[in-house]
């Protein structure tokens, strides 16, 4: 298989996982202190949304790809 091939595939996995959840949440960690033998972590929670429009380009992009791949 093709890099080619793998990316396209990605692509159109990509996009319609945008299209089906339409956004992503993901924690970072934002401040850390240490006084003595206490530690103090604070995270905060992150949405992304994801426009249906760049889930939609990224299937036809995908699908693109797939049909122009030459057979090598």
């Known amino acids: 298989m093709s890099k080619r091939r793998i990316m396209a595939i ?3 996995v990509a996009g ?3 299209l089906v ?5 993901y924690t970072k960690e ?4 240490q006084l003595g ?3 103090i972590k604070v995270k905060e929670k992150e949405t992304v ?3 249906a429009w760049a889930g939609a380009g990224a299937i036809a992009v ?3 790809l ?4 030459k057979k090598r």
């Open 10 to 12: 990605l692509l159109v």
């Open 16 to 18: 319609t996982a945008g």
């Open 21 to 25: 959840y339409g956004q992503f949440t």
């Open 30 to 33: 934002t401040h850390k202190t």
């Open 37 to 39: 033998p206490l530690e």
């Open 49 to 51: 949304d994801v426009p």
């Open 62 to 64: 995908g699908v693109i």
């Open 66 to 69: 797939l049909l122009t791949d």
